[in-house]
């Protein structure tokens, strides 16, 4: 599980990298950012890998009565890349993705596909831990 963990965080330090840019630009001048219309997003494969990947999230009371995301700070995200729900890097909205359109245009096909690998990746570390969980029940 260790060896998926890894490749899992090497494939999400790519996809922030060549995110970062776009998402500095469009995302911090944007008056309806869409972490405002969020709350809680982690799913049951986000809480797999923080944990299988030694990472825990320490829940403070003031952040579950925010409105919007709860890690949505003045600066934008609290959390580190590494700690985020997946559909906060896999969730492109129509702006940025003309922006990385108009100047990149290859790079949402290159970020959709890495997305599927980690995606499918994510299922396998699910499917080894259960089994793993399941075997020594």
């Given at each position: 599980?260790f060896?998926?963990v890894t ?5 999400l330090?790519?996809?922030?990298s060549m995110q ?7 995302c911090a ?8 219309r969020?709350?809680?997003l ?7 890998f923080l944990r299988?990947s ?9 952040l579950?009565?925010?409105?919007g995301?709860?890690f949505l700070g003045?600066?934008?995200c609290?959390l580190?890349?590494?700690y985020r729900p997946?559909?906060?890097h896999t969730?492109i909205c ?5 922006e990385m359109?108009?100047?990149d245009?290859?790079l949402m096909?290159v ?11 994510r ?13 020594g029940?």
């Open positions: 599980m060896e998926i490749k899992i965080e090497s494939l330090t790519e996809t922030v970062k840019d776009y998402v500095e630009r469009v001048a944007c008056e309806t950012s869409c972490c405002l969020v709350h809680y982690f799913n049951e494969k986000d809480i797999f299988l030694g990472r825990e999230l320490s829940w403070r009371r003031e579950l009565t925010k409105k995301c709860w003045e600066q934008g609290i580190d890349p590494g997946f559909i906060c969730y129509h702006d940025l993705e003309m359109n108009r100047c245009p290859g096909a970020l959709d596909e890495k997305f599927k690998i980690i995606g499918r990746m299922s396998l570390l699910r499917e080894e831990y259960l089994l793993a969980k399941n075997a029940a």
